[in-house]
């Protein structure tokens, strides 16, 4: 078996190798825009480098997350793992039903040597399907493989006492969060800013944190490391450019 790894593939994505070589990959935004969701930074990821993906998982329909799960799910073999609204679309686009695993909050999914227990999230989850408005249940997935990885993959939400929870029942050792986010007007989309996020893993009780859902190049990361520092916890944070690999080091 080889070390687990996670990839950054875009603003929101990335892609997790278990010990045995599945590969899953996480909200594939990799660029274009969608109302209010413009103006992102586009990745150098291409989708062919992707079709080969075991699962696809997106934990909302928001553009930002959803973008480019259809046309990686399409040319391979992998299973789309996402809620009602991207369901649906998925088989108007023609994604065989058999590939098509549609999940709430609670429920779990297992393929190949992974299990991911999907998990309420506090943000929004919509889209524009066939010209209807669609919306369905934002998530947060627990990835457990075999090999004994335990990776808490956020999504968008907002701090909660759910974390505590989460820690209890599963033990993460590692936390994807999103900790920026874009302006839009008056208003600072940022669920879960540095502050924020350092008391998130605090709770989740993680050794190491990956930062997504920020330009690269961000001063998020940094501050989040400042915020988990003052708070006097040995938390690891991985800022992580378009492209790179994280390697877990041994799982004890």
């Known amino acids: 078996m080889s070390a687990p790894t996670i990839r950054r593939i875009g603003w929101a994505g990335y892609v997790v190798t278990t010990e045995t ?11 274009g825009s969608e109302g209010s969701h413009s103006g992102l930074p586009e990745s150098p990821i291409t989708v062919s480098e992707l079709v080969d993906a075991d699962v696809v998982a997106v934990t909302h329909a928001a553009y930002d997350h959803r973008a480019q799960a259809i046309d990686v799910t399409l040319p391979g073999a992998a299973i789309l793992l996402c809620g009602s609204a991207l369901y649906g679309a998925a088989l108007d686009a023609g994604v065989p039903a058999e590939r098509c695993a549609g999940v709430v909050g609670g429920v779990t999914f297992q393929h190949a040597d992974v299990t991911i227990k999907a998990l309420d999230a506090r943000h929004t989850s919509n889209m524009i399907s066939n010209g209807q408005f669609v919306a369905d249940e934002p998530m947060s997935f627990m990835l457990t493989t075999k090999g004994g ?9 907002s ?19 999103g900790i920026g986010g874009v302006q839009l007007g008056p208003v600072d989309t940022t669920e879960l800013p540095p502050a924020d996020a350092a008391i998130a893993a605090d709770w989740l009780g993680v050794s190491t944190v990956i930062a997504v859902h ?24 991985v800022a992580l450019e378009f492209g790179q690999t994280w390697t877990q080091p041994t799982v004890t």
């Open 21 to 31: 070589g599945t590969r899953l990959v996480i909200d594939p935004y990799l660029h």
């Open 214 to 237: 920020h330009v690269p190049g961000d001063s998020a990361p940094e501050e989040l490391a400042r915020e988990i520092a003052a708070r006097g916890l040995d938390i690891e944070v």
């Open 159 to 177: 701090i909660s006492g759910d974390m505590r929870t989460w820690r209890e029942l599963f033990a993460p050792r590692v936390a994807v969060l």
């Open 149 to 157: 990885s335990r990776i808490f993959c956020g999504g968008d939400f």
